[in-house]
Structure formats: structure tokens, C-alpha cells
């Protein structure tokens, strides 16, 4: 259930309504690219004037959270945190890498039959029993992503036993001598369903980043097959290619 937004009280200087706007900013409140309520509504928000808004803007554009567009007013920045795909790194090795912290929480669990993609990715029989899951993953306490796995078969009993908590997969199934080492990915922008909404705390069709992969062992077996959505203004994905790399783009 989402939360009302307590009405602030009034402010004393512009330097406290500037902490206030920071709180709301990094709490997700005010997602990157989102353009903030008018310099008027906000002065009536917080019952203060026009030209204490305007200082506390100042403020926050000298942070580099903000900044003003014409027409718009202003808007929230983008600041990312980019992942490179010159190797296998899962979430939270990722974020460890940068000496940040990974969470997450399994929503929910099921076996079900395998649909036909599904089946041909992780290279089981269309209808054989597979498990999946649904995690909201969050960094530094923040929730930044959905994750939805389907697990192969020969998998599914280990990456069932972990705890809804856990925090790396990769990790815990290597500590089972199973280790990912390679992984494909597919990145495009999508709009959030209705559940991405509840569970990310954003607006129903908020423009996501979908992130769709696939993982497998050094001999090549299929570990995996995920979607991952992240909230818009949460990450970037930098992509080296050398010579013998060629980008391949086409309609879908």
C-alpha cells in the first residue's frame, strides 16, 4: 500500500527547504528527468514564498540534482551509475565493485510449466517444470530494480533453498560449485506494468529500463534467462567494442 505524502510545514530559510527537496530527490520521490511541481506550487507547498523556492533551487542545481529547462521549469538530473559489460558481473558484484550495497527481497516463487522461448533458452522440453521468481533488488537501501528469473531445471532445487533475502544468487551458486561466467544482454526502454508499479513505487507506464539476459556456465550450460527493470535514472550500461565487434541493429 502506497503511503500519503505528509504535507511539510512551513520552512525557515531556503537552505532548509533545499535539504527537504534533497531528502525527497534521493528518496525516489523525485525520480530522474521527472520536472518538479512549479516554483508556485511549491511556494504554497511548503507556505513560504516564490523567492525562497527560487534560492533553494539555486542550491540544488549547485549540487548538480538540478537544472532549468526552458518551458519546463525545473527538472530532477539523471545520475547514474553504469555498469560495463567488458565482463560477468552480477548486481550485487557489481555494486560491491563500487563499494556500494546490494539488497533485495524475493516477492514470490512458483513452478510452472516452461513456455515455448523459455524452453528453447534453457534448452528443457516445452511444459517441463521450471521455477521462477520476482526480487526487488535496491542499492544503498534504495529500490532501483525488478528482477524476474526462470531457473533450469537442473538449478531450481538450489536457487530454492536460498532465503527470500538472499543477496547474490551468483554468489550462493557458486558456493555450490556452480559458477556463472558469461551472459548475453538485451537493452531497451519499456513502460511499468501495473505490478513494476506497485513494486517499484513509481506511476503505472513510468518509462523503465529493461534489461534482458541470459547466464551459463564455462561449458556453456544455461543457468538462467531474467528480465531486469530498473527505475529510470538508476543506471547506464557502457558497452566497449573493439574492432572485431559489430553492432547489429534491427526492428522488433
Same mark, same amino acid.
Given at each position: 500500500m502506497v503511503q500519503q505524502q505528509q504535507v511539510p510545514g512551513p520552512v525557515a530559510r531556503s537552505q532548509d527547504l533545499a535539504v527537504d527537496l534533497r531528502r525527497r530527490i534521493h528518496s525516489g520521490e523525485f525520480v530522474a528527468g521527472m520536472r518538479l511541481p512549479s516554483e508556485a506550487? !511549491? @511556494? #504554497?507547498?511548503? $507556505?513560504v514564498t516564490r523567492s525562497l523556492v527560487r534560492g533553494a533551487m539555486a542550491k540544488l542545481a549547485r549540487l548538480s540534482l538540478v537544472h532549468s529547462r526552458p518551458r519546463d521549469g525545473w527538472v530532477v538530473h539523471a545520475r547514474h551509475h553504469?555498469?560495463?559489460?567488458? %565482463?560477468? !558481473?552480477?548486481?550485487?558484484?557489481?555494486? #560491491?565493485? *563500487? *563499494? $556500494? @550495497?546490494? *539488497?533485495?527481497?524475493?516477492?514470490?516463487?512458483? $513452478? $510452472?510449466?516452461?513456455? +515455448?522461448?523459455e524452453a528453447q533458452g534453457l534448452g528443457v522440453r516445452p511444459g517441463e517444470r521450471i521455477l521462477s521468481f520476482t526480487r526487488v533488488r535496491t542499492l544503498d537501501g534504495l +529500490? +532501483?530494480? +525488478? #528482477? %524476474?528469473? @526462470?531457473? @533450469?531445471?537442473w538449478v531450481a532445487d538450489v536457487v530454492d533453498g536460498m532465503p527470500d533475502d538472499v543477496a547474490s544468487t551468483t554468489a550462493a551458486l557458486a558456493a555450490e560449485g556452480i559458477t556463472v561466467t558469461s551472459g548475453r544482454h538485451r537493452i531497451e526502454a519499456v513502460a511499468a506494468s501495473t505490478q513494476d508499479a506497485g513494486l517499484l513505487g513509481v506511476r503505472r507506464s513510468s518509462p523503465l529500463l529493461q534489461v534482458t539476459r541470459s547466464t551459463a556456465t564455462r561449458d556453456g550450460r544455461v543457468v538462467e534467462l531474467g528480465v531486469d527493470r530498473y527505475r529510470a535514472g538508476t543506471i547506464a550500461f557502457d558497452v566497449n567494442a573493439g574492432e572485431s565487434t559489430r553492432a547489429l541493429t534491427r526492428p522488433v
Amino acid at each position: 500500500m502506497v503511503q500519503q505524502q505528509q504535507v511539510p510545514g512551513p520552512v525557515a530559510r531556503s537552505q532548509d527547504l533545499a535539504v527537504d527537496l534533497r531528502r525527497r530527490i534521493h528518496s525516489g520521490e523525485f525520480v530522474a528527468g521527472m520536472r518538479l511541481p512549479s516554483e508556485a506550487a !511549491l @511556494a #504554497e507547498e511548503y $507556505r513560504v514564498t516564490r523567492s525562497l523556492v527560487r534560492g533553494a533551487m539555486a542550491k540544488l542545481a549547485r549540487l548538480s540534482l538540478v537544472h532549468s529547462r526552458p518551458r519546463d521549469g525545473w527538472v530532477v538530473h539523471a545520475r547514474h551509475h553504469a555498469q560495463e559489460f567488458d %565482463r560477468m !558481473l552480477s548486481f550485487a558484484q557489481w555494486a #560491491e565493485a *563500487g *563499494g $556500494r @550495497a546490494a *539488497g533485495g527481497m524475493i516477492s514470490s516463487r512458483e $513452478r $510452472r510449466a516452461a513456455g +515455448v522461448a523459455e524452453a528453447q533458452g534453457l534448452g528443457v522440453r516445452p511444459g517441463e517444470r521450471i521455477l521462477s521468481f520476482t526480487r526487488v533488488r535496491t542499492l544503498d537501501g534504495l +529500490v +532501483v530494480m +525488478v #528482477e %524476474r528469473s @526462470a531457473w @533450469a531445471p537442473w538449478v531450481a532445487d538450489v536457487v530454492d533453498g536460498m532465503p527470500d533475502d538472499v543477496a547474490s544468487t551468483t554468489a550462493a551458486l557458486a558456493a555450490e560449485g556452480i559458477t556463472v561466467t558469461s551472459g548475453r544482454h538485451r537493452i531497451e526502454a519499456v513502460a511499468a506494468s501495473t505490478q513494476d508499479a506497485g513494486l517499484l513505487g513509481v506511476r503505472r507506464s513510468s518509462p523503465l529500463l529493461q534489461v534482458t539476459r541470459s547466464t551459463a556456465t564455462r561449458d556453456g550450460r544455461v543457468v538462467e534467462l531474467g528480465v531486469d527493470r530498473y527505475r529510470a535514472g538508476t543506471i547506464a550500461f557502457d558497452v566497449n567494442a573493439g574492432e572485431s565487434t559489430r553492432a547489429l541493429t534491427r526492428p522488433v
